[in-house]
């Protein structure tokens, strides 16, 4: 196919994609619950007025005061970040609201724009890859779900993407000073720190630390200790098998969170205490906590070692493959994977395409496989999932980023169809 016959393919796509995604995730998402942007909002809210944002009192008070008219949920993040929302509160809840809605779009589509300047090659039309992630975002419904929620989901693969970005133009400190302002705003990421450790790559993770280091020393000469202790208090309590503001007493008892079992969760921890306890819900097969928590240490470690497996195959050079892995870990690692964090999975996908387009090409089904099961809906909290064995269902989108993993593996570099490792079989892609 030469560029001009991508180039019209591209632009088709790139309309039609278009329109759907206006549809979806502007038109219908700007109208929504926004239920997760209100915990940002109050926490920015409560910080600029020197509160304890992780306090429940406090959050259900400014709630009313300020005519908040969604649901409650506590405020999970690193003190760090209330300082970035501190802006956004001095703004009215709605026209708040409409300044992170634009953000979270504009987010997005720079991050597009830097996987198209990462994975493009100089032959291929930027029109064809611009119309299939286009394409690809018209029906993949996590960004919907980020859009809805005002989550930061579109965010962290700006923080993502842009690592890599600079990871490929050899500005080492640098990816790693992003990768650690991701970690400063939501943890996860320093798993990729990790990596870079792993690859011994010490300026990256330098910058990665330093950045984090940063960060806590300027919310503790904002807050103080006691905010600190707040956070890790609550980080806590979303271990295995729990979750925060789990027992409120009445009459807030209708906002208890159950984050480890809920439908919605497809963190592997929450797969293994839905099918394995009695709890509010699923009936599962069995009921031995202990059993589940027990699976979900395992399961962590045995991620571990897959990543650590992973780059023991590869080369001495971070990968583009490894990445996407770490990638996928730093998801499945936590004890909550709601499903719209998925849309950090556009990375990987988006790598998975280049890889594929490079003939790197065995296991082509269950890639696509994957990326059709995270795209469509599904009705997590169906009955039909509720009881028993057929509560592993409620865990599809999960199946679906350990089909990705599969696919990377398969097609990490130096290896043949018999698992040895006689040659560079095919390029080198950073």
Not at 236 to 251: A, E, F, I, K, V
Not at 319 to 340: A, C, F, K, N, V
């Amino acid at each position: 196919m030469d560029r001009d016959q991508q180039r019209v393919i591209g632009i088709l796509l790139l309309i039609v994609g278009a329109v759907f995604y206006f549809h979806s995730s502007v038109y219908q998402s700007y109208y929504s619950h926004r239920n997760d942007f209100a915990h940002l909002y109050l926490g920015g809210y409560i910080a600029d007025r020197g509160g304890n944002f992780f306090d429940f009192n406090l959050i259900w008070n400014a709630k009313n005061y300020l005519h908040i008219p969604t649901g409650l949920n506590p405020f999970v993040y690193p003190p760090f970040f209330a300082i970035l929302l501190i802006p956004l509160s001095h703004f009215s809840y709605n026209n708040a609201w409409t300044l992170f809605f634009v953000l979270s779009h504009a987010a997005y589509f720079f991050s597009l724009a830097l996987i198209v300047r990462s994975f493009r090659r100089e032959e291929e039309s930027a029109w064809l890859w611009w119309g299939g992630l286009m394409a690809l975002s018209a029906c993949f419904i996590p960004l919907p779900k980020t859009y809805s929620a005002g989550q930061m989901n579109t965010f962290m693969l700006l923080i993502l993407s842009g690592g890599w970005f600079l990871w490929q133009r050899k500005r080492e400190a640098a990816a790693g000073a992003v990768i650690g302002l991701g970690a400063a705003i939501k943890i996860t990421p320093a798993i990729l720190l990790l990596y870079f450790l792993w690859k011994g790559r010490w300026r990256a993770a330098a910058g990665g630390f330093v950045v984090i280091g940063l960060s806590i020393i300027i919310s503790y000469s904002c807050f103080g200790a006691e905010i600190h202790r707040s956070f890790l208090r609550e980080a806590r309590q979303m271990s295995y098998g729990s979750s925060t503001w789990s027992n409120l007493p009445p009459p807030y008892d209708r906002f208890n969170q159950h984050y480890h079992v809920e439908p919605h969760n497809q963190a592997p921890s929450a797969l293994w205490h839905r099918l394995l306890t009695n709890n509010p819900s699923t009936q599962g097969a069995a009921n031995s906590p202990r059993t589940a928590k027990a699976f979900s240490y395992l399961t962590a470690l045995a991620i571990l070692a897959a990543l650590a497996w992973g780059n023991k195959l590869g080369s001495g050079e971070c990968r583009i493959e490894e990445y996407s892995l770490w990638i996928l870990g730093m998801l499945l690692l936590p004890s909550l994977l709601w499903d719209h964090y998925l849309a950090q999975a556009i990375l990987p996908i988006a790598a998975a395409w280049r890889l594929a387009l490079d003939g790197r090409s065995r296991g082509l089904v269950l890639l696509g496989l994957s990326i059709a099961i995270m795209a469509i809906p599904f009705l997590h909290d169906h009955p039909l999932y509720k009881e028993g064995w057929m509560t592993l269902f409620m865990s599809l989108k999960l199946f679906a980023l350990l089909l990705l993993g599969i696919y990377f593996f398969l097609n990490l570099p130096n290896r043949n169809a018999k698992g040895k490792f006689p040659c560079d079989e095919y390029p080198d892609f950073e």
